[in-house]
């Protein structure tokens, strides 16, 4: 078909030269048609590559999305190893867990990573030296994708002033989407998880891991059929 097209587009061209004596403009068309979509290709190749990579990443970490009980596990042991390191030096930092809403806009202009959740990782980049621990790490399922990300700051007057640029951060985030934000107060030491708008502030170690792995789990929606006058409860990533 693309042939008979092409073909057929050829034949009007050459057609149309002939009769108007345009041979000039008919060798332009030839060269148009011949290399006009590889031009096309060429002009536009960044942007092109920015959808195919941001396709192909959404399609490889979309299966780790819903994680299983393992997973959940291990990704809540290695976070919260790290955390407490950070809290023991008084180690600013700020984690970014993704759920359902996409994170994108914060992913694309951040160093991406894309590699397992390990505490040593996550110690490593939020250590001072580091170029990138002042931004925040978004993980999505059990993968670190980013550092370095920057979050819009919350704007609500009833926040308490105390709170510093990394706490404003997260609660932003938190406001925005249904991420979970986890925080290490560089002051203090203190730990704190922002989350449904919401922040906990100066939590136990054991208060951190049990209320991650509550807000990991796979959430419970109830439906009501009003035919079988029954209750159906569905499992949501």
């Known amino acids: 078909i693309a042939s008979c097209l092409v073909g057929s587009e050829m034949c009007i061209r050459d057609r149309l030269s002939d009769w108007l004596n345009l041979y000039t403009i008919g ?35 979309g299966r780790h999305k819903v994680l299983t009980a393992d997973q959940r596990e291990r990704a809540v042991f290695e976070i919260t190893t790290a955390v407490e390191y950070l809290k023991r030096n008084r180690i600013g930092a700020l984690i970014v867990i993704e759920r359902n ?43 670190i994708t980013c550092a370095g990300a920057v979050f819009k700051t919350s704007m609500n007057p009833n926040v308490s002033k105390k709170l510093g640029t990394r706490h404003r951060a997260a609660l932003g985030v938190a406001e925005e989407t249904d991420a979970i934000a986890l925080i290490v107060s560089e002051e203090t030491g203190a730990i704190s998880i922002a989350v449904d708008g919401n922040i906990n502030y100066n939590l136990t170690l054991e208060e951190f891991k049990i209320m991650l792995l509550e807000e990991l789990k796979p959430k419970m929606e109830v439906f009501y059929d009003a035919d079988a006058v029954s209750y159906t409860h569905l499992t949501l990533p």
């Not at 959740?117 to 170029?131: D, G, S």
């Open 27 to 61: 060798l332009l068309l030839e060269y148009v048609i011949s290399w006009g979509p590889l031009a096309l290709i060429i002009i536009f190749q960044p942007e092109i590559r920015t959808v195919l990579e941001t396709i192909g990443r959404s399609q490889l970490l």
């Open 101 to 143: 809403v996409s994170l994108q806009e914060y992913i694309q202009p951040a160093n991406k990573i894309y590699s397992d959740i390990t505490a040593p990782l996550l110690e490593a980049i939020f250590f001072p030296p580091n170029p990138l621990h002042d931004g925040g790490v978004i993980i999505q399922g059990d993968r």
